[in-house]
């Protein structure tokens, strides 16, 4: 008897249908956690890494990640969106010499993107904030520093060889003016301004969690951190 046959694989249409077939092939094989990579059957892989991630990242940060402000109507809007936006091909053109560089600020990259500033990435998983510079040197291009950035500005720009950007939220006025003049100090050239949250936004998810500013552990995050994975209980019970 085949572990799974080829119509299991054909109907993978929903997220369930998906964590129902990893389940089943799991236990067959005995394996913590099964991943399938499926390129034109319409199953995307990011759809993978968020089962996964939600299997193995606590669920406090997995809620931070993956939810958002409000009813969270306006993140499945943008999702809905972006996911419109499609490349146009061009025929009949040379690409021997392909070339993604792109000129911004005064500044040349390899490639026209950059990592968005996302906050607490170390929390889902060790040196998370290590793997961006990391990359982010290997690929030229900017890594932007979270101002909940769970490493300091100052090591960012370190491990990144001064391809760090620094965001700058327009509130607690002391507490920016001192970000600048630290990021001034290290060596940063670009701020990037984030003006679309003008006050403390409410998250439904966090706060039900009590994953809140300041934040500070006590029994329901401990709780959270059962049955993860070594590396990022780790790091949490650290922080």
Not at 136 to 154: H, K, Q
Not at 221 to 229: A, F, G, P, V
């Amino acid at each position: 008897m085949p572990i799974a046959t080829k119509s299991d694989f054909i109907n993978l249409s929903s997220e369930k249908k998906t964590e129902e077939l990893a389940e089943k092939i799991s236990k067959k094989l005995k394996l913590g956690h099964v991943v399938f990579f499926v390129g034109e059957m319409g199953v995307g892989k990011t759809t993978f890494a968020r089962i996964v991630a939600k299997k193995r990242v606590p669920k406090l940060m997995f809620d931070f990640v993956d939810g958002a402000s409000g009813d969270e109507k306006l993140c499945e809007i943008n999702n809905t969106a972006l996911d419109q936006i499609r490349l146009e091909p061009k025929v009949l053109r040379n690409v021997e010499n392909r070339n993604l560089k792109k000129k911004f600020l005064g500044i040349e990259f390899d490639q026209p993107f950059g990592f968005s500033p996302m906050g607490m990435c170390n929390l889902t998983w060790t040196g998370a904030d290590k793997m961006l510079a990391k990359e982010s040197i290997a690929n030229n291009v900017p890594a932007c520093v979270s101002m909940a950035s769970s490493t300091s500005l100052e090591k960012m720009y370190e491990l990144s060889e001064g391809r760090s950007w620094i965001q700058l939220y327009n509130f607690q006025e002391d507490f920016v003016m001192e970000l600048l003049q630290r990021a001034e100090q290290t060596g940063y050239k670009v701020a990037i301004l984030t003006v679309d949250v003008p006050i403390q936004f409410r998250r439904a998810k966090d706060n039900k969690n009590g994953f809140t500013v300041p934040f500070k552990i006590g029994p329901k995050q401990m709780l959270s951190l059962i049955h993860i994975s070594e590396p990022t209980r780790r790091y949490a019970i650290s922080y």
